[in-house]
């Protein structure tokens, strides 16, 4: 069962072949002519989703991105943004944060890619699980969610102080 008890909230992406060119492939995780967040240039949004590596390696991967596309009303590519990261034998966050800086943005899109040079064997699994979007300069704790979007209060820290000395220097 996946977080909070209900079924897997993951997908397995499998990447493997011999890239017969320069490869930069995307995965986007909305309709490119439909784009679901309606935004607008000045804006702030993250993007985030836990990842993971459960089968081969990085072995001959450039990059493997998270990033956030800009679109027109009409869906049409924009600015783009994307942060390289790699996943690892157990789960971990990933964010990625854009400020939109097209003037005609009308929607922000989250997507993934992968970036290998002509000639590359690739075989890796990643594990792909709770893709989050929001309008924030940080990525708030995932929501497990079986319908649309959802929302709750801000992230906040607490801690229990009492067994801590302070010492102050002056």
Known sequence: TGPGGGPQNYIDIRFNGTASAALNYGIYFDSVT???AAALVGEIWTASLGAMLTA?????????NLGLFERTSAGGALSTSRQSFVPGATRRRIAHTRLLTDATTA???????IIANSGAVIDMTVRLYMQQMEKAADASAPIATSSGAV????????????????????
Not at 58 to 64: C, H, P, Q, R
């Open 56 to 64: 081969g390696s990085m072995a001959n991967v450039t990059s493997l």
């Open 151 to 170: 929302t709750r209060t801000q992230d906040a820290l607490a801690a229990d102080s009492s067994g801590f000395e302070w010492v102050v220097s002056l």
């Open 107 to 113: 929607f922000v899109a989250p997507y993934i890619n």
């Open 34 to 36: 439909n784009p679901a």
